[in-house]
């Protein structure tokens, strides 16, 4: 489409600009909320490199890529980063405690009214606390965004989510039992090894489709996205947490039931908004599921990513800590009554000419 075709005008267009501004102010309230909610608690900003060796090891992540060359002219590979966590942990490692950043971060095969190629991400670490703590942080946040925009409640495709209330808890295997009825963990061993079918024969027992080259984290991921993401925060916020190991690459396994993991999303409106670890500290453990995820990622889109082993050394000292990631621009837009995260952009990306 030409842009003598678009059917709107561009961003930059005063009058698209005037509409716009109310949301954009609004984000910058909220943002300087949050860095006083982090600084009172003796949090440092920090700022990462965007560019890194690699933009993270999930299988369905995709990401930019680059090279950067030397006086001669010799390349090597470069990527944006997807998110900021590698650099993040490095700084953990090195002795830091306390730790948040705003993150321009990217990503591809992503635009729509909650993606867009390149996003604000914010990602706060603290060692030595547990992931619980995240919890409440998660809740605070919400709050704290409205009572900024004068929001009394969030509002998105016909939901809506009271952000003064305390968010429901609620774990994966609960989720599918309640909206799917489907028993998640008689699919995963004791050992937290998944078996594809006999979760395939609980979705066909509550009539989904399964095909033949579905895999584990297939039918998984049909049920999270059609049966239980549709219902999560509305009315109050939702905190989905023990994730199967298996959905959580970069979370520790949890002390009580070690199929599941110490991994946590916190949903509003039935919008993803924060994901959040116990993070695995244990480097060799990581390095196996990064390769199970590039196995994955080339069976799906034949290509993969290399691994940091920067990151893999820097890990092995790390401390114990929690951390999670908060899609800023999603929480901007639910606190300031936008209905696309682009609204809430100062300079969205263009978009691409077919």
């Known amino acids: ?39 009172g608690q003796d949090f440092l900003e920090v700022d990462t490199a965007t560019l890194q060796v690699s933009p993270g090891n999930e299988a369905h992540l995709h990401a930019f890529a680059t090279e950067a060359l030397t006086i001669d002219g010799k390349a090597s590979p470069l990527y944006l980063h997807t998110s900021p966590e590698f650099a993040a942990k490095k700084l953990l490692s ?36 547990s992931y ?112 199967p190991v298996s959905e959580a690459a970069l979370a520790r396994p949890s002390p009580r039931d070690p199929r599941v993991a110490e991994r946590f999303e916190l949903y509003a409106c039935g919008v993803e908004l924060a994901n959040a670890f116990g993070e695995l500290t244990d480097a060799g453990e990581q390095r196996r599921r990064f390769e199970i995820e590039m196995v994955e990622k080339a069976r799906i889109y034949g290509e993969t990513y290399p691994i940091d082993e920067d990151f893999l050394d820097a890990l092995a000292v790390m401390p114990d800590a929690s951390g999670a990631a908060l899609g800023f621009d999603r929480l901007a837009m639910l606190a300031t009554g936008a209905t696309r995260v682009d609204q809430v952009m100062w300079a969205p990306v263009a978009e691409t000419c077919s």
């Open 1 to 39: 489409m030409t842009r003598s075709a678009a059917s709107t005008s561009p961003w930059w267009t005063k009058s698209v600009h005037a509409d716009r501004r109310p949301f954009l102010m609004g984000r910058n309230r909220v943002q300087t909320a949050l860095r006083q909610f982090f600084g």
């Open 132 to 243: 619980e703590q995240l919890m409440a942080d998660c809740a605070d946040m919400l709050k704290l965004a409205a009572e900024t925009t004068g929001t009394k409640k969030f509002a998105f495709r016909g939901m809506e989510c009271d952000p003064f209330a305390e968010p429901e808890r609620v774990t994966l295997a609960e989720a599918f039992q309640r909206f799917a009825g489907i028993d998640l963990l008689s699919s995963i061993s004791a050992s937290g090894e998944n078996h594809r079918d006999t979760l395939a024969v609980e979705l066909l027992r509550v009539g989904l489709r399964v095909s033949n080259d579905d895999s584990w984290a297939d039918l998984f991921s049909k049920v999270l996205v059609e049966k239980i993401e549709p219902h999560l925060g509305n009315g109050r916020a939702t905190i989905l947490c023990e994730y």
């Open 94 to 129: 090195a002795g830091e405690e306390r730790i948040f950043t705003f993150a321009h971060v990217y990503r591809n095969r992503e635009r729509g009214p909650l993606h867009h190629p390149e996003f604000t991400m914010l990602e706060w670490y603290r060692v030595g606390e």
